[in-house]
């Protein structure tokens, strides 16, 4: 069977389950729970953990792990419940199946890619191109399956997958389940959308959708103002770097004539472009404007602002959109559109520049954060300017391959903390936490997994994906030292409070409420097994891209090759070793452990052996921390700026010139005909009436001479007669 | 003595005539003008009879008994105009008869 | 001759002092009266000049008829308190200068056309052309017969016209 040509069912099982849930969800539900999703902080309510034991075993994952505490499962789920249950992750399943079998067989084709256009959406609207020629904007509903959208699918259904499994446990007491799995679903088919596009508009349609999913399953809480408020947060600001992303695209159809990745391509690596190393070129300005767009998908300076907030959603959302897929929606761009930044050094040097910036800004950010949820966002603002960071210097491939293990371990760690949460009935304040180790051993131990692999210990994921990033840095043609000193001093603030949240939260001095610790379990299998397959991808998955210095079979740099014909340009030669040696490149990847091993152990010192240390240090260093911990104040700046700047007193402006300009130009108007109608009344009284009734009163007073002739006597006429008669005769007297 | 020409009765007929007309002009009582324009009405027909005298043509002539048949008549309505004006009015004179003034 | 001469100025005499009292008598039946003289002496200038037809009319319309009437309407008016009031109007003044000038103007042409006036004068009239009557008589039934009747018209009008101004109640 050729899955290559039904690639189209890859997206659609999703939808299909969205579909279901959203038009069907409300009238199959038999008890009509409200839609008043409670957030688990607000009302800890622990009745039943129904559906673990269930779900264990009907996805026949054995993996025997030890399950903390089973709870008697009495509470009579409901039939829907179960469906669902079913239902959509099963779609997600039959996606992941297909993809994996379509990228088997892609594999199999010796130009590794295929495309499939099922029709032409927007057909052939002629156009002028900047230079003038007459192009003709067509657009397709195409998927394209190459080695970039192949790695990018499987993370997503797999991942996806498991953090689907994962839900049916989290969501298990929380109301609007039907509406949580048809979003889920729904996020899926946009981001598959997103991935498996053939050109920039599919793409974008995606990317609307990811955006829309978004602030639908942010703003889930519906009760919760704190929780719609971030999600309409989220949207706003996704939709200004849309605009970028949209201007970006235009200018691409103007200069390039079309925006299919192939055909963009081809054009690219022509050499009808030169390299835009002087300066700014409209190549450059495409790039930039699409990356403004990444910004604000991915979570990058000056567009992050929405990542933090968005931890108002629930546990599994924030691991799968905010961690996994989503937000690496921009680095997938990038790398997507490597041929534009290739030829635009300058632009992919700001790429780079803002990557590493984000990275230790929001590393920064992290390192007094108290919120366990927020930490970790922070540390995904962090992780994903090291993906840009790799983007920028020209090393898509590590940029992907951060991407592919980050998806692992991050979505395990958010996983993680919502189990740690589940099982403290709600509570996020890591201040409240402590000693939990023995209480929940299998959430503890796959944390501790995804902690050394952000960190960077050699052996796991983050390891070998960070040291990569790292190496480009330092020795790529458009990397620096300084943006290696950047990475590195973020990778040991990474590692430095990845371990001060393990030791708040599992280490140390117990610091939670009584009431609460009375009722601390394990979470149930259908939680606890996504968290061990995810532990094992974070081990497993760095092994795919070793570096060449280890001399490993070629196995082991099976990632770099599998990427390697997506990225190829007859233009540029990729980042071979510049000069730079090997000993230069052991010495930087020790650096990189040593200084991770410091982070490490700062962290215990700090939070384990003698926390009073730390908050001697939170006082003496109280400006910094003060600054820190309210994140630089930079939504306070947005506020002030955009929010009352620009709308408020935009608004305040319009009204003003609405009320004196435009209704003044109206009153004004009014009153000028008025005025013209009081003048016109003037003038038809005193001239034009006067004029007549000048002529009447002149009439009247040539008439009174005439008058006082006649007198009605007769004589009088008689003599005028004579008189008359003199004259005439005169005349002949005269001549 | 010279021998009395046309010119004399032609100078009479003026002399006559503006005596006439002075007694229109002047008088107030509407009789005394109706005289007077008996008189210009001679005065008249005595130039007519002259120059029909001189020129040997009794065209004249009849143009005068034509202009005495004339004042006949209107010596007659005129005086039927009186008595009906001093029926009504009570008075003789032209000067009170001013109605039809401004 | 002298004896025309004398008759002329005798009945120029007449007339015109007759029009001076017509005009300035207070009494209207003085003026009446010196309006008959006048017209007596009209009638003496006709027969002086030939025209012994208009003579007897003139004596017997105008003197027996015309000043008659008047006579009569004078009786009728009663114009006893006419005759104390003011005779002559505010305008006199100016009529009279008015007058003047035409007298003036009157004079100056005589004067400029006294050649024009020159006539072949035939005292004697031949023996056997027929009388004045006869000849009047020829002309008004023949040449102005149309003339003529309209003026019998006239009359007639005349005489329906002051009957009915003269009537109380018409």
Known sequence: MNFLDQIWLIPLFPLLGAALMLLLGKRLDPQPASDVAVAPGVEPVHDDHGHGDAHGHAHGHGHAHAHGNDHAHGHAHSPLKVLINFLCPGMILLSFLLSAAAVWQLSQKPERMHQVIQFTWIAGLPFHMANGHLATFQMDWGFLLDPLSSVMILVVTGVGFLIHVYSTGYMAHDGGYYRFFGYLNLFVFFMLMLVLANNYTLLFVGWEGVGLCSYLLIGFYIHKKSATDAGIKAFVVNRVGDAGFVLGMLLMLSVLGTVRFTDVNSILHSGRFGVESGGFGVLSLIALLMFFGATGKSAQVPLYVWLPDAMEGPTPVSALIHAATMVTAGVYMVARSAALFQLAPKASMIVAIIGAFTAILAASIALVQNDIKRVLAYSTVSQLGYMFLAAGVGAYWVAIFHLFTHAFFKALLFLCSGSVIHALGGEQDMRRMGALKDKIPVTHWTMWVGSIAIAGIPGFAGFFSKDEILWQAYSSPLGSTALYVVGLATAAMTAFYMWRLMNMTFYGKSHVAPEVAAHIHESPASMTVPLSLLAVGSVLAGWLGTPKLWNLPEAFRAFEAWLAPAFESPLIKAGGETGQNASMEWTLMLTSVVVALIGIYVARVLYHQKPELSDRMETSFQRIHTVLYNKWYVDEAYNYVFVNGMCKGGGEALGAFDRNVVDGGVNGAGWLTRFSAKVSMWWDTWIVDGAVRFTAFFVKILSYPVCLLQTGRVQAYAFFVLAGALVMFGYYVVR | ?102 | MLIDTVFFYLFALLTLGGAIFTITRRNAVHSAISLIVSLLGVAGLYLLQHAEFLFAVQIVLYVGGIMVLFLFVIMLVNLDQAAKERQFNRQWTVALAAVAAVAAEIGYFFYRGQDAFHFAESTAAPAASPGNTEVLAEALFREYLLPFEIASVLLLVAVVGSVVMAKKRI
Not at chain 2, 17 to 42: A, D, F, Q, Y
Not at chain 2, 53 to 61: E, I, P, T
């Open chain 2, 1 to 102: 003595m010279h021998p009395i020409t046309t010119m004399h009765y032609l100078a009479l007929s003026a002399a006559l005539l503006l005596i006439g007309t002075i007694g229109v002009l002047t008088r107030r009582n509407i009789v005394i003008i109706l005289m007077s324009i008996e008189l210009i009405l001679n005065a008249v027909n005595i130039n007519l009879v002259a120059f029909s005298h001189a020129f040997k043509d009794v065209s004249g002539q009849i143009f005068a008994i034509f202009v005495i048949t004339d004042a006949v008549a209107e010596a007659a309505v005129g005086l039927g105009i009186l008595i009906a004006l001093f029926r009504n009015k009570e008075t003789v004179l032209a000067d009170e008869i001013d109605l039809l003034k401004w």
